[in-house]
């Protein structure tokens, strides 16, 4: 009698339990995961739904756009194309444009455009890492004052220039990592990025001499950037950027700050 009990029981297990296991709603996300939910409604384009065992009554919510497709408890199936969505108005490329070098530089003398400064930057599609490169290209005349001509010291309590100057050409290619708010669309908001980049271009260098006479030569140079900015969003294709870059190598010789503006394509 014993053993026979024992196989009612094992019965029940077998019959009862997986129907209360698999007797939900599936959800398949577009990352790959699926979801086991119970769906309460669909509606303007969001799941409402509660998790199974859940008897507080709490209430999540899904976007249809991160999901592929579901499969109700009864066996009916929906198939989400994400027809409305128009990825083209997503931006996730910027040029800029930095008002400080390009047009905030009045000295040794007037210029419209001093140095141009100018960027690029593309977010990948986590919202989270962007790639960028930036060109600098100076004007102005190494005859134009000592103040523009680099003394070869690579420590900040040797020389430290609160600009890139004294360069002739400077190349910037590097990372972006945004910390905080992931989304692309960030009107009204602001949004901070820190990163670092490999400074290639070439400086105006000063060779102190005796006999013969000082001079000023062109030479190459790399070194290593960090920075730290924060873009704010005037709208969804215009910002306002504001950092500043420091130079790692060599150590705090160039710390630029940045004001400028980015447009989103």
Known sequence: MKYIQYLKIAIVI????????????????????????????????????????NTSGKRFYLSTTLIDSLKYRDGRSMVFTHEDLKPAMVRRNYIGIDLVETFLKFYPDFHLVNNPHISYEHIFKSGKIGFSVEF???????KDGLWMKWGGNWTFWEEMYLSYEPFKFLTKVGFNTYPFNYSLIRTGRVRFCTGGSLLLGSVYKYYYNYNPPDEVREV????????????????????????????????????SPELGITLGF
């Open 14 to 53: 077998a019959v009862f339990i997986p129907e209360t296991s698999y007797c939900q709603d599936l959800v398949y996300k577009s990352d790959g995961n699926v979801l086991n939910i119970n769906i309460i409604s669909i509606k303007d384009g969001t799941i409402i739904y509660n998790l199974p065992g």
């Open 220 to 255: 190459f140079m790399a070194g290593l950037v960090w920075n730290i900015d924060a873009k704010i969003y005037l709208s969804d294709a215009l910002q306002i950027k504001i950092g500043l870059d420091a130079s790692v190598i060599p150590l705090l010789v160039f710390c």
């Open 136 to 142: 600098l290209l100076s004007l102005n005349s190494p």
